[in-house]
Nanobody, 114 residues
Framework: QVQLAESGGGLVQPGGSLRLSCAAS????????MNWYRRAPGKQRELVAR???????SYPASVKGRFTISRDNAKNTVYLEMNSLKPEDTAVYYC????????WGQGTQVTVSS
């Protein structure tokens, strides 16, 4: 089983930046991909970034060029760097690990507002 703990959310003005962190523990050797999802009020959950065990990254068009996913294997941590934030990026952001099972963090709120 994998445990995930997100941090780094908060309130930021439009055009600003935030970095989210996701620390993994437990059966991390089984993980083959890490994802960041978000859920905005009244909307479906959306995948915003993915990084696989070979380092392949992917993003939807809505965040491509603004968001960057990275990882520090020594710290068992995945990051989501978010730049040029827009009000429509406001959501709860969740870290997800694909391994023997799918594991989720508790979520962290990101609010983009002036």
């Amino acid at each position: 089983q994998v445990q995930l703990a997100e941090s780094g959310g908060g309130l930021v003005q439009p055009g600003g930046s935030l970095r989210l962190s996701c620390a993994a523990s437990g059966s991390i050797a089984s993980i083959y991909a890490m994802n960041w999802y978000r859920r905005a009020p009244g909307k479906q959950r959306e995948l915003v970034a993915r990084i696989t065990s070979d380092g392949t990254r992917s993003y939807p068009a809505s965040v491509k060029g603004r968001f960057t996913i990275s990882r520090d294997n020594a710290k068992n941590t995945v990051y989501l760097e978010m730049n040029s934030l827009k009000p429509e990026d406001t959501a709860v952001y969740y870290c997800n690990a694909n391994g023997e099972a799918s594991s989720w963090g508790q979520g962290t709120q990101v609010t983009v507002s002036s």
